[in-house]
């Protein structure tokens, strides 16, 4: 598998280092990371990276929110959700604003890579 670079978004100072290192034990690399939708927002433009891991509930501006303003600046961004059991609607509602897919917290090896793949094969290996 390429590597890819990835920004992780989430309020959670925890998560983003658990999910950075995950994705570095993968064969990524983490471009940068953000606290919230906006600064999400502000930092893609910079950063341009490959694929993009978003929590859904933070502060300052959502993360539905934040996927929606993303996919209007650069329709070919790949965003990623990251969401907590029990929000099936709001995985809809993701999916609706332009995310590609979604990965379940806690989240575990095995499923975030094999989400990863699947969103990797379908959107970014265009060979």
């Known amino acids: 598998m390429s590597k890819f670079s990835f920004m992780v978004v989430d309020d959670s100072l925890i998560t983003q280092r658990k999910l950075s290192q995950l994705l570095e034990e993968l064969g990524h690399s983490v471009a ?25 509930t933070m502060p300052v501006m959502d993360g539905i929110e934040s996927t929606k303003k993303i996919i209007e600046s650069d329709p070919e961004a790949v ?9 099936k609607q709001t995985v809809i509602d993701a999916i ?16 975030v890579a094999q989400t990863l793949n699947k969103v990797i094969n379908k959107y970014l290996n265009k060979e």
Do not use: W
């Open 32 to 56: 940068g990371t953000c606290v919230n939708g906006q600064q999400a927002c502000e930092k893609y433009i910079q950063l341009k990276p490959d694929l993009v891991t978003m929590d859904i």
């Open 79 to 87: 965003i990623v959700m990251v969401t907590s059991h029990g929000q």
């Open 96 to 111: 609706s604003a332009g995310a590609k897919g979604y990965i379940l917290k806690p989240f575990y090896r095995d499923n």
